[in-house]
């Protein structure tokens, strides 16, 4: 194949790809979320974006208390499960993928881990981090586009005879030289002073409390050795005493 020239290159249409590849895992929970004006696009973002914080919670719980089977046994019938995961389109994918398996236990239908992948969870926790961000992108660029009246960027996709990306590749990364503003370095300076400031507080009331504990114990020491060697001296007299009265006629 030849190389097109530069200014024909420029002035095709340019086509919006797909970035499913960065969310393996994830992808068919954000399957169909755009930056669309339409009523139906805008209830399927909320139920997408609903699913995805239901599933970051579950395996948020699973990942701080993995041995507790209430968090790795969901019951799939009635509740809020069934309404935010159950119901959403890929939201039992997502489950499929971090491991959870349908079973029926005593009459009901259960999802339940029986193995905890944690660098598998903390992968797909995180691709649900950058979609829940990607989402928030679109929804924000397209309430903007509503108060300006222009017209959504999905348009000049359709017209091109592609599909729009349901979303968006993730934000680059921050430069690493970044010279922060003076307002912005004096803000981290404060929250730096009022940091250290409380943990000596809380340094200080923990000496404090082992001060008091440790004179405490010395005092009960001093209360307690001095009766006990009462009751060693009084017991050789109380014989003493019990035995003349017992030899008295």
Same mark, same amino acid.
């Given at each position: ?7 024909e290159?420029?002035t095709?249409p ?11 895992h994830t992808?068919? !929970? ?12 805008r209830?399927r ?8 914080r239901? !599933?970051r919670t579950?395996?948020t719980?699973?990942? $701080? ?7 790795r046994?969901?019951?799939?019938t009635?509740g809020?499960?069934?309404r935010?995961v159950? @119901? ?7 489950l @499929? ?6 079973? $029926? ?7 339940t881990?029986?193995?905890v ?6 992968a797909?926790r995180? $691709? ?16 903007? @586009?509503r108060?300006?009246?222009?017209? +959504?960027?999905?348009c ?6 592609d599909? +729009?990306s349901p979303l ?6 921050? +430069?690493r030289?970044h010279?922060?503003? +003076?307002?912005?370095?004096r ?7 009022k940091?250290?400031a ?13 001060q008091?504990?440790?004179?405490g ?6 209360? !307690?050795?001095p009766? !006990?060697l009462h ?5 050789p007299v ?10 008295s006629p």
């Amino acid at each position: 194949s030849t190389l097109q020239p530069r200014a024909e290159q420029d002035t095709r249409p340019r086509r919006h790809h797909s970035h499913m590849g960065d969310l393996p895992h994830t992808s068919a !929970l954000w399957s169909g979320v755009g930056a669309g004006e339409s009523a139906e696009s805008r209830t399927r973002a909320s139920e997408a974006v609903a699913c995805a914080r239901s !599933l970051r919670t579950i395996l948020t719980n699973v990942l $701080e208390l993995p041995s507790k089977l209430e968090y790795r046994r969901l019951r799939a019938t009635g509740g809020a499960f069934e309404r935010r995961v159950g @119901r959403c389109t890929g939201g039992l994918a997502v489950l @499929r993928a971090a491991g959870f398996e349908q079973q $029926e236990l005593a009459g009901a239908s259960w999802w339940t881990l029986r193995e905890v992948n944690e660098p598998l969870l903390f992968a797909i926790r995180r $691709e649900i981090d950058l979609g829940l961000a990607a989402a928030a992108r679109l929804q924000h660029e397209a309430a903007r @586009r509503r108060a300006a009246g222009e017209a +959504p960027d999905a348009c000049s996709s359709a017209a091109a005879g592609d599909t +729009p990306s349901p979303l968006p590749s993730p934000a680059p990364a921050a +430069p690493r030289h970044h010279r922060a503003a +003076p307002a912005e370095v004096r803000a981290q300076y404060s929250l730096q002073v009022k940091a250290r400031a409380a943990v000596m507080r809380i340094a200080d009331r923990q000496a404090r409390q082992q001060q008091q504990q440790q004179l405490g114990d010395a005092w009960r020491r001093k209360l !307690l050795a001095p009766s !006990l060697l009462h009751v060693l001296l009084l017991v050789p007299v109380l014989a003493a005493f019990l035995y003349a009265y017992a030899q008295s006629p």
